[in-house]
C-alpha cells in the first residue's frame, strides 16, 4: 500500500467537501438554530410589547390589597433572574379603579378603553367569581398565555391568601410550611462527589450521543454517494489504473472522516460559543456548590477514538453498498437493514442513561456495533472503568479492521461491475474470491 | 526492436461465459499498436488485464521486457473506454489531481499540464467545471490526464468513439506525436479506417481469441492480390452475384470487391462485361475492414 497515494485521495475528498456552500450551511446552521431555540424565545419575550395595563375592577374590596402585595413581591419570569441583582418589575401594570354604582355602564366603558387600546384587559372580581374561582377577563386578544398565566398566578396567590386570612392562618406561616423539596443530586466520581445537575449531565450526554449518531450517518452515506458518483461518472476505472482499489477506498475513508470530524468539531465549539450566555443564564439559578457537568480531557479523547472508529465501521458498509450497486435507490434499499442495526443503541439509550452501570449497559456498550455510540453515551455521562473503555476500543478496532478488509474486497470486485444487482450470496463470493 | 508489453495466451472467463480464450501478442517499442475487433471480442477484458484491473486465469503479462511488476504500472498511461471525470472538479484540479495521484508534484504538473491544455485548445476552459464541458473537450482533458506522467505506454480503449471529425484528427496528430517521442501506444477499436491510418502493428481478436496479428503491412500483404476496383456503368449490385466474390462495397460508380483465394480477376472482369460498361479495372491492397470482414466471417 503507497500512503501517498491514500493522502492524494484523502485531500481531494476533503477538499472537494469543504469548499462546497451546503458543508457550511449545515455545519454553521446547526450551531445558529441552537442559537435561536436557546436564546430566541427569552430574547422575543422580553422584547414583547410595552407594559400592559390591565384594570381591576374589586366589588369585593378584599383581593385588591393582596394583589397588591402579590405583584410587589413576584419576580417576572419572563425576565433573566439573578439573585441578588436589582429585581426587575413585571412588565404587567395593574391599574386599581373604584367600582361604580352603574356596573353596566362601567363594564361598557372599560370595552371601549380597550377597544381603543388604551388599556390591554380588564377583570373584575365580585362575590361571584371570588366564590366560583373563575374571575372574567376581557381584552382584545386572549392568545396571550404568558401574560394569563402571570395574571393567573398573581390572582390565585391573591386569593388563597385572603382564604387561608378568613380561615384563620397566617399566609406567610402557610407559604414556609408548603415548601417544596428538592433533590440535590451528586455525582460520585474518583475524584470525589461533587454536586451538579443531573438533568443537565444526561442532556449533554445526550446532545454528544445524538451528535455522534448524525455524523456518522451522514458522512457514512456521503462515503456511499461518493463511490457511486464514481461509478456513474465511470471515472473509478481510470483511478484504478493508478492506484489500487484498497487505497482508494481508504482514501475515500480518510478524507470523509476528515470532513466529519471537522464539522464535528465546529459543532462542538461553536455550541460552546453560542449557547454560553444561555448557559450564563442557567448557572445563574444553580445552587452556588453545584457544578456544571464536567468532561475531561481523557473523555474527550476517547469520544474522538469512538468517532473515527465508528466512522470507519459504518463507512465501509455504506462503501461496501455503494461499490455493489448501481444507483442510489439500490443501495438504500439494502442500507435499511444496516441503518437499524445504526438505530438499535438509540432505543437503548434513555436505559443507559438512566444506569450507565448496569449489565446491561456494560454488556451492549462492549458489542463492536454498537460500542462507538453507547460508549460514547456512558463517557458522556461519567467515566466508565477505564478496562471497559480499552475492551470496547479494542474489539472495535478488531471489527473495524475485518469489515474495511471485507468491503474493500467488494469494492475492488463492485467498482467495475455494472447492470445486475448483485444478491447477498454474490456479495459474499466477491469477499471470498482472492 | 524491445517488446513493451508481450501476452501470452491470456484467458479469462466470467461465471460461464468465456470473455478472452488464450490471447498472445507482442508490443515493440516506439510503434503505434492496434487492437482491433467487434464489439464483446474481449478488447476491454484483454486491456484491464495488462493494466491489472482484472486478474487473469492463465497466461502471463510481460511488461518492459520482464514479468509486469507492481511497479510497472506507474509507467503506463490509460484513457478507459467507460470516461468519466469528476463533474464537479474544474479541469484545472482535474488534472492536477491525475498527475498528483501519479506522483507529479504541483509545480511540476502544472507546467506539464499548460502546453497540453493549448495544444488541446482548452485554454479558455480550464477554470471551468468538467459538467460545463462538451463530451469532446471532456474526452481531451481525459486524454490529458493519461499522458500527464509521460507514460512509455499508453493504452487507450476506443479513443475515437464519440469524437468529431476535428477532434479524431487532433487525436490522431497527437498520439503519432506521442510515437514519434519514442513512445508507444496500444489503442483499442472497431474502427478500421483510422486503425490503418495509424497502426504499426495490429492484433485482430474476434470472440476473444487472437485471430490475426502481425505488422500491418506484412497482414496486407497475406490478404492482398485478390481485391479489386471496379469502375463502371450499370448495376453494380450484381457483383454480388458473381461466383468467386466474397465481399461488395460500392460507392457510387465504384466498386471494391473482394475475391475468394481459388478465384482470378480475369474470371471477374470476363463475367462482368456483360452487364457492365467497365471504364477502369484494377487490382488493389484490400482495406483492413475487408481484411477484418473476411476473417470475422471465417470465424463464424
Redesign the interface.
Known sequence: MRL??VT??AK?EYL?RVKTKAFWLSTLGLPILVLAATILPSLLLSMSSATERMVIIDRTGKVAPELKRAAAEEPDPTKGIGQGTKEKKSEIEFVFEAPKTDPAQQEKELDRRVLEREISAWILIDDAALASGRFSYRARSTSGFVTQSIVERRLSRAVQGLRLAQAGVDPARTEELMKSVELDTVRVSEEGGQREIGIAGAALAYIVFMMLFAAIQVWGQQVMTGIL??KT???????????KPFELMLGKLAGIGSVGLTQFSIWILTSAVVTSPGVAMYLAFLPKDAALPQIGIGVVFHIAVFFVLGFFLFSSFYAALGAAFNNIQEAQQTAAPLIFLLVVPVFFAPRLINDPDSTLSVVLSLVPIFSPLLMTLRLAIRMPPLWQVLLAEFLTASFVVVMVWAAARIYRVGI?MYGKKPTFSELARWVRRT | MTEILELLDVRKSYEGHVAVAGVSFSVPAGSIFGLLGPNGAGKTTTI?MI?D??APDSGSIRMFGRPRQEAD?GR?G???E????????TVLDQLL??A????IKRRAALAEIEPWIERADLGAWAKRRIEELSKGMQQKV?LI??VLHQPDLLILDEPFSGLDPLNQVLFRELLTEYRDRGRTVVLSTHGMELAERMCDRICLISKGRAVLSGELATVKAGYGGNAYLITAEGDLDRLREVPGVEQVAITGRTARILLSAATRGADLLERAIPFLRVSDFRSEEPSLEQIFLQVVRDEA
Open positions: 501517498d497515494h492524494t485521495i481531494r472537494i458518483d464514481e461518472s465511470r471515472i473509478v476505472e481510470v483511478l484504478v489504473s493508478a492506484v467495475l | 484491464r493494466l484491473i482484472l504500472l503506463v490509460y484513457l478507459p467507460e470516461r468519466g471525470l469528476y463533474r464537479k472538479m489531481f491525475l498528483e495521484i501519479r506522483g481525459q490526464g493519461a
